[in-house]
């Protein structure tokens, strides 16, 4: 094995680091002679060399260092070391009998993998690398999967598709993912993130409870999950709004093979906020606000919050007595309190009285590491209004 390269801390920072265990070490943490390859191992050390962690280095980015380890004695994370850590988050997706072939297996920090998501869909796996150190584990990822899993493909999600390829086995560019006894049609190569939503399958069967005999009003539905499981539950007609086309043509195909095309749908491929400045007010019963992240940066967040208050302004003006809103936000730095007020304000603004009924988050599959409160990027609310 190679020698580790060793990167110190600035005097006084190891102890509160050590504190916290928060994974994220950013660059004023380090004196400036730290120094080491992007994707590099390193133990990271306090100012008189002693070592506290391991973390993967990034010299370019403000996050400098990934911690996957806090640990002060020696480490060699080799090959073993990393399938045994693996091992163990594959015992906890088996042990939570999930009902459905498609899960997350790594979660990020979650899984103490930092920048890696590997999501399983039936026989294929597909993988996002979203840091140096995490793309120089690929060969190992790789290995990992075929030695534990029955796979037939192995998909690496780029930022871009052309970055995206099949890194081992058969291209297989569809796969129907189950859920709760309800099938869906998942594009590998183009649908969003890894193909699906795998993190609010509770989420949608939670909305069965409330869809049945009610009119169910989707927006940014993708392709129908949430729709699909109104149908199922006996929703009284439908509608979707998706912008995206290709995404949009699935929803149908999604109802079909569910047989459940005899229920009154609607698809509107249109831009969410239009739709929902021109819909009629009281005509649908339960709505679906599931957008994308409005924000990937701390500078856009006030932009992003005003776009939450408006949508969610809009659905609770529109909403009956006893209508019902399932609301959500998957921005990391959109806090489960901030999105709260956002939504107080909302409700002050469509002068509507609400209850909470539920507070929502992503299953157990996308478990969250307790020092890392950035990984709590699903927040939801399911709200009556009176």
């Given amino acids: 094995m190679s020698k580790i390269p060793r990167v110190r801390l600035r005097p006084g920072k190891a102890e509160k680091l050590r504190a916290q265990r928060h994974p994220w070490l950013f660059s004023g943490a380090f004196v400036p002679e730290a120094i080491a390859e992007a994707g590099d191992t390193v133990a990271i050390t306090d100012e008189h060399g002693n070592p506290i962690a391991y973390g993967h280095w990034d010299p370019d980015h403000p996050i400098r260092a990934r911690v996957f380890a806090w640990q002060n004695t020696t480490l060699n994370p080799n090959q073993a070391f990393w399938h045994q850590r693996w091992e163990k988050a594959l015992k906890l997706r088996q042990n939570l009998a999930l009902p459905t072939n498609s899960y997350r297996l790594l979660n990020s920090e979650g899984d103490h993998s930092p920048g890696i998501i590997v999501d399983i869909y039936d026989d294929v796996a597909v993988l996002q690398l979203r840091t140096p150190g995490a793309r120089r584990l690929q060969p190992t990822l790789v290995r990992f999967l075929q030695k534990h899993l029955p796979l037939t493909g192995i998909y690496l999600r780029g930022e871009k598709i052309e970055d995206s390829a099949w890194v081992a086995g058969t ?71 998706e912008i995206m086309e290709e995404p949009a043509s699935l929803i149908a195909e999604n109802l079909a093979l569910n047989n459940l095309t005899h229920i009154p749908h609607t698809l509107w491929v249109e831009d969410a906020f239009s739709a929902l400045d021109r819909l009629p007010p009281r005509e649908w019963e339960v709505i679906i606000l599931d957008p994308p992240a409005f924000t990937h940066h701390q500078d856009a967040l006030p932009q992003a919050l005003r776009g939450y208050r408006h949508i969610n302004r809009q659905a609770l003006r529109l909403l009956p007595p006893g209508g019902i809103l399932f609301t959500f936000s998957c921005s990391g730095h959109v806090t489960p309190q901030l999105f709260r007020d956002v939504l107080f304000q909302a409700a002050m603004e469509a002068d509507r009285p609400i209850q909470i009924l539920h507070f929502l988050h992503a299953p157990p599959d996308h478990p969250i590491d307790f020092f890392h409160p950035q990984g709590e990027y699903l927040k939801g609310f399911v709200l009556r209004v009176e």
Avoid at 199 to 207: A, G, I, T
Avoid at 213 to 234: C, E, I, K, L, Q
């Fill in 171 to 241: 291209p297989k560019p569809f796969v129907i993912l189950t859920e709760y006894g309800l099938r869906f049609k998942v594009s590998i190569e183009t649908g969003q993130k890894t193909g699906f939503f795998l993190d609010q399958r509770e989420n949608r069967y939670l909305l069965q409870r409330y869809a049945r005999g009610r009119s169910v009003a989707n927006f940014f539905a993708y392709t129908g999950g949430f729709t699909v499981h109104a149908a199922a539950a006996g929703a009284t007609r439908l509608l979707s709004v």
